[in-house]
Nanobody
Framework: QVQLVESGGGLVQAGGSLRLSCAAS????????MAWFRQASGKEREFVAT????????YYTDSVKGRFTISRDNAKNTVYLQMNSLKSEDTAVYYC??????????????????WGQGTQVTVSS
């Protein structure tokens, strides 16, 4: 059974930092793109960041560029999201996702086949 388990969420003041982790089990994703999405209360799920299977290519939504960094450790089957200079508008449930198709990267939620349960990030102003 494939599982993605996020951790690292919590409550932080504006301007602070958090590091999210997503550990995968049940299969390896070393050949697959992985991503982070988020969903704020009352809003649709939106793309945050994605990383290629090599870890070399990264893509971000405009609102987090320069503040968030996605990375991965294929030996640990884990993807990370370092979030700095957090703003109140970053408050959301953050989800980790992985594609079943190898190599191809995407910013669309519908292209991802495996999802974690989500971790809450709350930024107080």
């Amino acid at each position: 059974q494939v599982q993605l388990v996020e951790s690292g969420g919590g409550l932080v003041q504006a301007g602070g930092s958090l590091r999210l982790s997503c550990a995968a089990s049940g299969r390896t994703f070393s050949d697959n793109a992985m991503a982070w999405f988020r969903q704020a209360s009352g809003k649709e799920r939106e793309f945050v960041a994605t990383i290629t299977w090599t870890g070399i290519g990264t893509y971000y939504t405009d609102s987090v560029k320069g503040r968030f960094t996605i990375s991965r450790d294929n030996a640990k089957n884990t993807v990370y999201l370092q979030m700095n200079s957090l703003k109140s508008e970053d408050t959301a449930v953050y989800y980790c996702a992985a594609r079943s198709i190898p190599k191809l990267v995407s910013t669309k939620a519908s292209d991802y086949d495996y999802w974690g349960q989500g971790t809450q990030v709350t930024v107080s102003s």
